[in-house]
């Protein structure tokens, strides 16, 4: 029984963790030093918010016996963070190391002794070799987020000195050890909690990615992680989704994500690779929403095209179409009946597809008479880029290959009609898709997040796109 459950949670575990990522997403140690930055400017803020609760109590002292003393109002005048380090700590997390940092308070003191003397003034607070390690861990929420809270964390203060001002300052000077490690210990209380806060604070940030990014009225992107973060010597890697959807109806492709990996490189903050499937998620998408589907009418030719959509251009090719719909307006139909396929080679992004076209005359009661259907082999190259925190592209026809479907004309030579065909791809049906691919596809993004020095090589199987980040608070 035990072994069987035990094997119904391997296969299950297996299961999910077989789900390759359709995109991945690296954060290099020079992003994490980015990230220290922005980290330790919070922890620094945080520690000057700092407030240690009044103090008070009793002591005796000799010779003036029976003290009842009271600290108030301390607050942090400045802090110091010289040394700190965030470091990855391979299969586990990240490590926070905050070494000799100083801050400097003042505040108010007050004594009273032998029941009728009081005296009061101000004091300073040197509080040096303060050091804070913090364990992180990076983990996957349930809604696909990264997550990140602290395991471990310890907090000391090397020393605390104080200085009093103000009349009668000899008898705190009497017992000022004692006062110091009293403020000690209540400043190593607040420490490990402050940094804890900014760990957490990290988290409504890291909310914000768009598990779910909207395209257009048509698809929408899934980006929430398949699997927890991994953590290497080298960099924190998560694995993401990937997958264009139609809006609101999810239905896998009939492919699943291949693995791919990421090339060992390091001069950028954040690399992002997108995986071919990623790519023909989206074509499977669009083709099922007749995105691909497109009416060609001679209005959509332009002025200056050597050609014109009617019976008198194609007429001059097959004979049958001039003697019998002479001086008609044409119509073409274009379709996909297969899903194009993109491939990515180096430096080589490409797109397959084969197209269904139906030429119709358009007769003067708007009648369409369907006179041919060629069969269409289209090759295409990609140029992609990365505009904003989009990914874009532009496409420019490569090869062109027809075949004869139907004709209710007659045969003819194809090939004839090849320059034609070539002439309405380039003036109407690419200009038109390419509108579309200018307008760009949301890549996973965190709150304000920008990108900078931004690079894309197309590799074998992905895109990789190499980055700097900026955060505006
Ligand atoms: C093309 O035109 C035909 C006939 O007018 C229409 O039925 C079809 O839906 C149109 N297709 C597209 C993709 O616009
Ligand atoms: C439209 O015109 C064509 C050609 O003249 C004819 O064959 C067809 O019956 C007409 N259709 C209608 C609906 O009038």
């Not at 913090?134 to 602290?150: H, L, Q, W």
């Amino acid at each position: 029984m035990f072994l069987r459950c035990l094997l119904a949670l391997l296969a299950l575990t297996s299961l999910s963790f077989s789900t390759n990522p359709g995109v991945q997403v690296r954060l290099t140690k020079k992003g994490l030093e980015y990230g220290r930055q922005l980290g330790m400017a919070s922890i620094q803020q945080k520690l000057k918010t700092i407030t240690i609760p009044d103090m008070s109590g009793k002591v005796k002292l000799r010779p003036v016996g029976k003290v009842k003393y009271s600290l108030t109002n301390m607050r942090v005048k400045s802090v110091g963070l010289p040394q700190s380090q965030l470091s990855l700590v391979p299969g586990t997390g990240l490590k926070l190391g905050i070494g000799n940092a100083f801050l400097s308070m003042n505040g108010n003191w007050r004594v009273k002794f032998h029941r009728i003397l009081r005296t009061h003034g101000s004091f300073d607070l040197n509080v040096k070799g303060l050091t804070i390690a913090t364990s992180i861990a990076v983990k996957s929420d349930e809604t696909g987020r990264p997550d990140v809270s602290t395991v471990s964390c310890a907090a000391t203060v090397g020393s605390a000195h104080i200085k009093f001002h103000g009349g009668g300052s000899w008898l705190y000077n009497l017992f000022s050890k004692f006062i110091d490690k009293a403020l000690r210990k209540a400043l190593e209380k607040k420490l490990c909690p402050l940094v804890a806060g900014a760990v957490s604070d990290l988290n409504p940030e890291l909310k914000t990615l768009n598990v779910l990014a909207k395209v257009d009225k048509f698809a929408e992107i899934e980006y929430s992680m398949v699997s927890s973060p991994t953590v290497s010597a080298s960099s924190l890697d998560l694995g993401l989704k990937g997958e264009f959807y139609n809006i609101g109806k999810h239905q896998e492709p009939p492919f699943p994500p291949p693995s791919f990996s990421l090339p060992p490189q390091v001069n950028e903050m954040l690399y992002i690779g997108v995986s071919t499937f990623t790519a023909n998620s989206a074509t499977f998408v669009y083709n099922k929403a007749g995105v691909l589907s497109m009416n060609i009418t001679d209005d959509m030719v332009p002025r200056i095209s050597p050609i014109r959509l009617d019976t008198n251009t194609f007429g001059a090719i097959v004979p049958q179409i001039a003697e019998r719909f002479p001086g008609l307006k044409m119509k073409l139909l274009l379709n996909a009946p297969k899903d194009p396929v993109i491939s990515f080679k180096p430096n080589n992004a490409m797109v397959q597809a084969t197209a269904a076209m139906t030429a119709y005359a358009i007769q003067p009661n708007a009648t369409l008479t369907p006179l041919f259907v060629l069969n269409l082999d289209i090759s295409v190259s990609a140029r992609v880029f990365v505009s904003g925190m989009k990914i874009a592209g532009a496409i420019t026809l490569n090869k062109m290959g027809l075949t004869l479907g139907t004709s209710n004309v007659g045969d003819f030579k194809v090939g004839y009609l090849d320059s034609i065909l070539k002439i309405v791809l380039k003036l109407v049906v690419i200009p038109q898709l390419n509108i579309r691919l200018a307008e760009g596809y949301p890549l996973p993004t965190l709150g304000k997040m920008k990108l900078a020095n931004t690079q894309l090589q197309v590799l074998q199987d992905y895109m990789l796109i190499g980055t700097d980040v900026q955060f505006t608070p």
